[in-house]
């Protein structure tokens, strides 16, 4: 089951104080990305964000676990996507953390 146009929109309104906000439709599924950085992936209407030091200190060490697809390493499932101070500071977080995405050699 593919996610739903909608509910990316939702939640990239609602991290827009966190930085520059896109998404990217990947097989059905999207990434949202802030500051140009890959943040958020959203598989089936759940939001996943990577298991880091930072992610586990905002969403705690039993937070609930899974990967988002077959064959991926597990995520955290952000537990409430209505949660937009959550959201903006795992953005946040992850855009000053993480590096840029690889330029793809053409």
Known sequence: MASNLSTVEY??????????????????????????????????????????PQTEALLGVDGEKAPPYSGAKPHFVVPDIDNGELLVSLASVLAKILPLPAKKKK
């Open 11 to 52: 939640i990239s309104e609602q991290i827009e104080s966190a930085g520059v906000v896109r998404y990217k439709k990947m097989f059905g599924e999207y990434m949202i990305y802030c500051d140009e950085k890959p943040v958020f992936l959203l598989c089936d209407d759940m939001l996943f964000v990577k298991i880091l």
